[in-house]
């Protein structure tokens, strides 16, 4: 799989001023000029790191919250809200749709974007979300934004296994994604597929031992060097549930060793769902350590 370590001027220019959403970029051009990302955890062990739960506009204590998508041209927000029963079974996903307003520092009213698609469709005008992949009873969809009405497809990569947590990889090739299908290292990996004609994918193919451990991997999210994977694992000597690591893919297609982007952005409970903006100076992601078992999202704000 081809890697994409550096951005050019113009690709940088078309993120920034285009708002292209994070997991799906149309092209990152090499150049001799390599950019400094704030998912580096030995960068980010030497800035002052600032994270926030998010108001009740988002974490509303019912359900729980988990960010898929961002866009930075008004900080909105796409995330899961799960609705689960009394026996914690999951009862329902909404797929909702808020954005920050900075001069009163709140989130505006959220947005069911199955529901009142044709508003969201409205706000989308600015900020070019084009495609999006979602994940629907253990199976992955794609969602074709330039249509008229929400109408999820199903991908040929699904099996009678668990297929979640998608995520597409900066020139919009590749799928990562979350499986316990056989043929794994352990629980739940993470694996890639290549995106063909029609709308299919390719046979999946493991990310391997450097990546993937006997415990439970989720939520890769590729940075925009489409080199840096972010990504959430029960294992690599995690502080305890699910932590945050960060790996880099050399042009060899060799994974380094994950790197724990340590405290106080992972704890002892499930950390995951893991996105951030361009440059990951600022992120978003999920978490239960203020209220055991309903996931909340959090901000992070990388410091110099």
Avoid at 93 to 105: A, E, I, P
Avoid at 170 to 185: A, C, H, K, M, W
Avoid at 237 to 252: E, K, L, V
Wanted: hydrophobic share 35%; net charge negative; glycine share 6%.
């Amino acid at each position: 799989m081809k890697t994409y370590k550096y951005i050019s001027v113009v690709a940088l220019a078309f993120i920034l001023f285009n708002a292209i959403a994070f997991s799906h970029v149309s092209s990152i051009l090499n150049t001799s000029s390599k950019v400094i990302f704030f998912s580096n955890p030995v960068f980010i062990s030497k800035l002052a790191v600032d994270v926030k739960k998010l108001g009740s506009e988002i974490n509303n204590g019912q359900s729980s919250e988990f960010p898929i998508y961002l866009s930075e041209i008004n900080y909105g927000l796409i995330y899961y809200a799960d609705n689960k029963n009394s026996k914690d079974v999951l009862i329902s996903r909404d797929f909702l749709f808020s954005k920050f307003d900075s001069v009163t520092s709140t989130w505006s009213t959220p947005i069911n974007i199955a529901k009142d698609y044709s508003i969201f469709q409205e706000i989308n005008k600015n900020m070019n979300f084009m495609e999006i992949f979602i994940t629907i009873d253990n199976d992955i969809y794609s969602v074709d934004l330039k249509k008229s009405s929400f109408s999820p497809q199903k991908l040929n990569i699904n099996t009678k296994f668990i297929e979640t947590s998608p995520c597409l990889s900066p020139d919009g090739n590749t799928l990562y994604f979350v499986s316990d299908r056989p043929g794994g290292i352990g629980g739940k990996d993470i694996w890639a597929s290549e995106r063909l004609s029609k709308g299919n994918w390719s046979e999946p193919v493991n990310l391997g031992d450097k990546v993937n451990t006997a415990d439970d991997e989720e939520s890769p999210f590729m940075m925009y060097d489409g080199a840096t994977l972010n990504f959430s694992s029960k294992g690599h000597n995690s502080m305890g549930g699910y932590d945050i690591f960060s790996t880099t893919q050399n042009d060899d297609g060799f994974w380094s060793n994950p790197e724990n982007l340590g405290t106080p952005v992972n704890t002892a409970s499930d950390d995951f769902f893991y996105i951030t903006d361009t440059f990951g100076r600022h992120a978003f992601y999920s978490s239960d350590k203020t209220q055991q078992g309903n996931q909340n999202i959090y901000f992070v704000n990388y410091k110099r």
